[in-house]
């Protein structure tokens, strides 16, 4: 048994209301395509400002990257020509140095060797000095009693000499002077003189003075010789002293003419032992009591 077909149903659609939702949409869409072309155009500009930018600050970093680079190489050629420098003075330190010490080492060698020669020699006379001090003791003790002997001798000698001497000074003449009442004693020779020397009493000075228009210089005193007579042995002097000017005249061998001198009390005195022909011979006696200024 067949079915029988069956029919379409039909819907009927309500009414619709105005769609407002559409042009909502396409507005919408309308402004985010232009935000999106505005920020295209930004974003275009912002890329064009950048790599400009960036190609002027790749600029300027190149340019000062060079520049740093060439100062840094003349940095590094001054550096490296300074570190030449030291190392030239060093090796030349260092070789001077060296000979220095070569040098140290040749002197100090010969001065060793010098050294060496000098103790040698200092030795050799050192052994020489003890063999001469060997023979000089044997010679010394071979003479020992010679000298012993000669002493002996001496001693007796000056004895004699001692006893001649107080001989002497026992025969000498006292005399009395022109100004002083006491008398003086005197030395008529050289022999006698000595022994007034060694009585210490006064200074003696001897001299020899001839007949001159200037006088001699005789101790502390000027003698000028004005007269001369050998025949009677006399003679006349002019005697300066202590700026005072006294003439003794016609005075004779070995008397004493005296004179008072302003340094000491007792008069000074001059004997002549001998008058020769213009000449006279003699001594002067200063006394060597002083008085005090």
């Known amino acids: 048994m067949s079915t029988p077909p069956?029919?379409?149903?039909?819907?009927?659609?309500?009414?619709?209301?105005?769609?407002?939702k559409t042009?909502?949409?396409?507005?919408a869409f309308v402004l985010l395509v232009i935000f999106n072309i505005f920020l295209y155009v930004q974003l275009e500009h912002v890329r064009s400002d950048t790599k400009t930018e960036m190609s002027k600050l790749s600029s300027d970093l190149s340019a000062t990257v060079e520049q740093i680079r060439i100062e840094s190489s003349a940095s590094v050629q001054q550096a490296s020509k300074r570190v030449q420098t030291l190392q030239d003075a060093l090796d030349q330190q260092r070789l001077a140095a060296d000979r220095a010490v070569g040098q140290a080492k040749v002197d100090a060698q010969r001065k060793v060797d010098l050294l060496q020669k000098q103790v040698q020699t200092e030795q050799?006379?050192?052994?020489?000095?003890?063999n001469d001090v060997k023979q000089t003791a044997d010679t010394t003790n071979t003479k020992l009693t010679?000298?012993?002997?000669?002493?002996?001798?001496?001693?007796?000698?000056?004895?004699?000499?001692?006893?001649?001497?107080?001989?002497?000074?026992?025969?000498?003449?006292?005399?009395?002077?022109?100004?002083?009442?006491?008398?003086?004693?005197?030395a008529t020779n050289g022999k006698e003189l000595d022994a007034l020397r060694a009585l210490g009493e006064k200074?003696?000075?001897?001299?020899?003075?001839?007949?001159s228009k200037h006088p001699q210089k005789v101790g502390d005193i000027m003698v000028q010789l004005k007269k001369a007579d050998t025949k009677h042995n006399r003679y006349t002097i002019e005697v300066l002293a202590d700026d005072k000017k006294v003439e003794k005249k016609d005075k004779t061998i070995n008397e004493p003419v005296q004179f008072f001198l302003a340094?000491?009390?007792?008069?000074?005195?001059?004997?002549?032992n001998e008058v020769r022909k213009n000449t006279i011979v003699g001594y002067l006696a200063e006394p060597k009591v002083t008085i005090a200024r």
């Open 124 to 130: 050799q006379r050192q052994q020489q000095a003890i």
């Open 23 to 27: 042009p909502l949409m396409i507005g």
């Open 6 to 20: 069956q029919q379409p149903t039909y819907i009927i659609p309500p009414p619709q209301s105005p769609n407002w």
């Open 263 to 272: 340094k000491s009390r007792q008069p000074a005195e001059i004997v002549v």
């Open 146 to 186: 010679g000298v012993s002997n000669d002493v002996g001798v001496v001693k007796t000698d000056l004895t004699n000499t001692k006893s001649q001497l107080e001989q002497t000074i026992a025969n000498l003449k006292r005399v009395a002077g022109d100004v002083d009442s006491h008398g003086s004693l005197i």
């Open 203 to 211: 200074n003696y000075f001897q001299f020899t003075i001839p007949k």
